[in-house]
């Protein structure tokens, strides 16, 4: 389970999230919309510990993430212990992120060998199965540069995936991507929502997708939720003027 | 013609001895600088003011002096002070923290030209400091830091010719020594050419280290004829 509780987010002058508070259920499937610099980035990045947050918390399972309250004060956690909290957290991001310096299958197994301190042949036998499960497996040898982005996307996905987290951030992953190659992405998360019971959170312009994968929809505004419903209400029905203009605008 | 080959055979013995000493002081120098570089240049970005304010302070010291002065400061000035250093360590020591500190930059700033999603993908993925460093991000920054130390050592070779100053009997001290036989021409003339000879060298292996680094990433490797163009560009 996600917990943001009173959470404000500022840059310099410029507050971004302003006392937000939602919960995402273990399991649950949550796509944030709204209109660019409405702050669903910075969510993600909150989570991942991409970015300090200003003030609040931050739980994961009921663990404080970044800060915790200690004899009724807000202080931050020992990195190593945010460390440890993180690991359930996996995150893929537009640009994919590929290590140049190694082959598809290193990129995957990097972080299982490293940090999780998994045996380097099971980690093998792991990376290959989810490349298996991504489409990819006949090019585990693979340099990325020789991949089409689609192919490095999905790549990509597989390297979070190998951390066995319980909660995936999906940040636009396919907006990067020529139109041609957004499907088969898609249908690879597709199949992990299928397959897996990993907690999701999605920000996408893929309204098709959030449809199919998504329990609830998020609309952000200005850093604040404007509204949230399932998708079929939220994409046939919305209650705000601005969500119904914002929908038409993307659609 | 017969005369500079005369000449080269008597003078050749300290003509070696000469290049033995520049060879030492180059290797050791930049061994010293490298460390020197890395060190400060990883410092730089430490979230810690102090210890960035502190790098600044070094490498603006370093930079800012003459590497004479400092020269003439560790050799002439500490044993005033009771800390006397051999002219090798002296030496050493001066090439290192001056071209050190130059290094240092070049390793910063190839450092933070590593893409940022690099360095979030490392965080995302729990890497400590060290493995993310030693794994993804040094390999990406030394690629991009090898045509900047590429210069800066042909420089250090040059620079060690201020050996000759506290008078070691380096190349420059020696085909000084060789002015009064063999005439101004030739022996100033030999020494351009061995000076030209180790930074060609030091140069050429730099590239080739480059190359290595290049395709480890995936990225185009430079033609043969670009590395001897650029190798010509570094040295002049
Ligand atoms: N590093 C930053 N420095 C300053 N402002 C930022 C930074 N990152 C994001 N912002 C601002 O925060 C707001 C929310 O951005 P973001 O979370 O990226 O929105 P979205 O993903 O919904 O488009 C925007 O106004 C953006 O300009
Ligand atoms: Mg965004």
Redesign the pocket.
């Known amino acids: 389970m996600i917990h943001f509780q009173d959470v404000v ?1 500022r ?2 002058d ?1 507050t ?1 999230l302003d006392g937000l508070d939602f919960t995402v259920a273990p399991g649950e499937r949550v796509t ?1 919309i ?10 993600l ?1 909150l989570l991942m510990t991409l ?1 300090d947050l200003t003030e609040g918390f931050i739980y994961v399972d009921g663990e404080p993430l970044t800060h915790e309250l200690r004899d009724g004060k807000r202080v931050a956690r020992r990195p190593r212990d945010v460390s440890k909290t993180r690991r359930r957290i996996g995150m893929v991001f537009q640009q994919f992120n590929l290590f140049p310096n190694m082959s598809v299958l290193e990129n995957i197994t990097e972080a299982p060998i490293h940090v999780l301190g998994k045996p380097k042949q099971e980690a093998r036998e792991d990376a290959l199965r989810i490349l298996e499960q991504v489409g990819l497996r006949e090019r585990a040898n693979a340099h990325p540069m020789q991949l089409s982005g689609g192919q490095q996307q999905r790549v990509a996905i597989a390297r979070a995936l190998a951390m066995h987290p319980e909660i995936l951030l999906l ?2 992953v396919t907006s990067a991507l020529d139109p041609e190659l957004v499907g088969d992405v898609l249908e690879v998360l597709r199949e992990i929502a299928r397959t897996t019971n990993i907690t999701m959170l999605i ?1 996408t312009h893929e309204m098709q997708f959030a449809r199919d994968v998504s329990n609830r929809v998020l609309m ?1 505004d200005s ?1 604040r939720i404007l509204e949230e419903a399932e998708p079929d209400k939220m994409f046939s029905h919305p209650e705000h003027e601005r969500t119904r203009r914002f929908l038409q605008a993307i659609l | 013609m017969s005369d500079l080959l005369d000449t080269l055979a008597a003078a050749s013995p300290q003509l070696w001895e000469g290049t033995l000493v520049t060879l030492q002081l180059t290797f050791g120098g930049a061994a010293l600088a490298f460390l020197v570089a890395v060190g400060l240049g990883l410092a730089a970005l430490s979230p810690w003011v102090i210890v960035r304010t502190l790098v600044r302070v070094i490498v603006e010291l370093f930079r800012g002096t003459s590497l004479v002065v400092q020269v003439f400061f560790l050799f002439y000035v500490l044993p005033l002070w009771g800390v006397e250093l051999a002219p090798y360590t002296t030496g050493i020591l001066a090439l290192g923290l001056n071209y050190g500190a130059y290094g240092s930059e070049v390793v910063r700033g190839s450092l933070t030209s590593v893409p940022q999603g690099q360095w979030e993908t490392t965080t995302a993925l729990s890497m400590s400091w060290l493995h993310k460093m030693r794994r993804v991000i040094w390999p990406q920054a030394w690629a991009l830091m090898l045509p900047g130390l590429n210069n800066l050592l042909i420089m250090l070779v040059k620079g060690t010719a201020l050996a000759s100053f506290f008078l070691m009997n380096d190349l420059t001290f020696v085909s000084d020594q060789m002015r009064r036989t063999a005439g101004t021409f030739t022996s100033y003339g030999i020494a351009m050419v061995i000076y030209l000879l180790i930074a060609l060298a030091l140069s050429w292996a730099l590239r080739v280290l480059e190359a290595r680094a290049l395709r480890r990433l995936g990225l185009r490797e430079p033609t043969k004829g670009e590395t001897a163009k650029a190798t010509a560009e570094a040295v002049a």
């Open positions: 987010k840059f310099g410029t971004v944030l709204g209109p660019s610099g409405s702050g669903k980035t910075t969510i990045r970015e940040d636009e920000v952000f850093g």
